[in-house]
């Protein structure tokens, strides 16, 4: 795909707008969309070229679960705490049913449901307890044993017990999405400047300042949809975000007849599997890719091999298929794996938006929140559980 450039900024020139955006993700583009949708004046800055990052490079999951990871890990409390942010995930995969129609462009969005596949009996044991989670606030999730995971899904191997059924999961293409946004956000009046790094923040009366490589830019508000570059640009405001790295590798088939409608997880090791409308299977589930003597991440072998075992060994039809390609992504993570959304303490006009793990699903509604934080509409929803305070 060829990215529209962004026509040249004179330097030495002083731009200001009401709203300043930092960063071209899925998370910064949909926040331009909803701010210049209703007539807000808004700019968005992003120093490589649009959806470049984590947004560009996933694996295109629509998640509407909590994941088994840290849930088996960190135990059912953590479960209970992450349900605020699985709320808003849900409530984002409403806003992903109707994207392509809102955005003109087909984002081959599909909500066929996610199955997390179980081989043990202590594992359904645990996705019993998940699944009750779940339902405890009003978000559909089944257990299926494997009976009618079979019926669901004949191509999963024999030996797997069941799953937990999650109806509203489904799938995009994240290469269209962010673009999607950024295209309808311009033709609202939106100004999008790519190969623009924003490298300080100070106050400025009012307002702020921001020193670019393309020069000045000044604002009322200013949105922080920088991901990664959270950590250098929160220091401006006197924050430590603890935000973390970690470089994944993603996994593409040749194209092959459509037999998969789910996304697929599995609980015994990492894996998530499911089939783009081309008929190409991605196949992932966060397997570390490897750091180079220059420091660059690169395709990890040992990773490649260990995420194919355990696809064949939940899906053994595919052993024949080829992978054509494995790309490397950088996952961006927080501690407790719960967002950061809300205004900087101090910073009247400041506003971060950060997902951990998810944040292509939960993109659409976060940039919704960004916006509707910056025109100061009220929010029916309580941010507490994602507030930046709980770092400090
Ligand atoms: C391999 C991989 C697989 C994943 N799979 C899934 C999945 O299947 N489903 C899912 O929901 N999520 C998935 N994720 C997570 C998801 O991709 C991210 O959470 C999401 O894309 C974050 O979007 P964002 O817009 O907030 O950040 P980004 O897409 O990272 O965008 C931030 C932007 O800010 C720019 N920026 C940073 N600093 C500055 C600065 N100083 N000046 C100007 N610009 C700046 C960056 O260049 C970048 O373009 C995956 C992530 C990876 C890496």
Known sequence: MVLEKSAPIQMQQIHHFENIIVGGGITGTAAAYFLAKEGNEVALCEQFDLNTQASGRNAGSLHGQIQFDPFHTLGFEWGKSFLPALKFLADSLDIWSDLSTDLETDLEVFRGGGLLVAETKEEMALLATKVELEQSIGIAAELLDGNQLRQKAPYIAEKMLGAAFSPIEGKANPLLAAPAFAKVAKKHGAKIFTGVEVFTITKNGNGYRLVTSAGDFTCKNILLTSN?????????????????????????????????????YFSGERL?????????????????????????????????????????????SISAIKIIRTWIGVGNGTPDHRPIIGEVAGYKGVFIGMFPGM??????????????????????????????????
Not at 232 to 237: H, Q, R, S, V
Not at 278 to 289: C, D, K, N, Q, T
Not at 374 to 380: V, Y
């Open 359 to 392: 944040g292509l699903t939960a993109g659409p509604l976060l940039g919704k929140t960004l916006a509707q934080l910056a025109t100061g509409q009220l929010i029916d929803r309580n941010l507490e559980a994602f507030s930046i305070s709980r770092f400090h």
């Open 272 to 316: 998530t599997f499911k089939q783009a409308k081309s008929g190409s299977l991605l196949i992932g589930g966060g397997w570390p890719a490897r750091i180079n003597a220059e420091g660059v991440p690169v395709l990890n072998p040992d990773s490649l091999r260990g995420n194919m075992r355990v696809a064949i060994k939940v899906v053994p």
């Open 228 to 264: 990664a570059g959270l950590t250098k640009l929160g220091a401006n405001f006197g924050l430590s975000l603890p935000i973390t790295d970690e470089p994944v590798q993603v996994s593409v088939s040749e194209i092959v007849s459509p037999f998969v409608k789910h996304l697929i």
